[in-house]
Nanobody, 122 residues
């Protein structure tokens, strides 16, 4: 019903930058929030940043001042600009969206992308 396609991961040196993108498509009636989570080996998935349709933003403390989330509502796309990357930012990054599908009568549901690997290493 809804597909989230991520792009932009890769290998970068400490202090470098990457920009992740996630485009949502399908039978979308409305998107309430889009965001990014990450999961490092042996750790639980954690919230990185989220942005609502109204523009409210929340960041994990560990990325404040370094990462910036933004959203293009017309394109159903969310971006994550990651600067001053650290080795501890290494993880698989997952796009998430809270989407109402097809009709205003249907409750919104959670949708996830397939994940993109970000590796910060010299």
């Amino acid at each position: 019903q809804v597909q989230l396609v991520e792009s932009g991961g890769g290998l970068v040196q400490p202090g470098g930058s990457l920009r992740l993108s996630c485009a949502a498509s399908g039978s979308i009636f409305s998107i309430y929030a889009m965001g990014w989570y990450r999961q490092a080996p042996g750790k639980q998935r954690e919230l990185v940043a989220v942005i609502t349709s109204g523009g409210s933003i929340n960041y994990a403390d560990s990325v404040k001042g370094r990462f910036t989330i933004s959203r293009d509502n017309a394109k159903n796309t969310v971006y994550l600009q990651m600067n001053s990357l650290k080795p501890e930012d290494t993880a698989v990054y997952y796009c998430h969206a809270l989407v109402r599908v097809g009709s205003p009568l249907i409750d919104p549901g959670d949708y996830w992308g397939q994940g993109t690997q970000v590796t910060v290493s010299s």
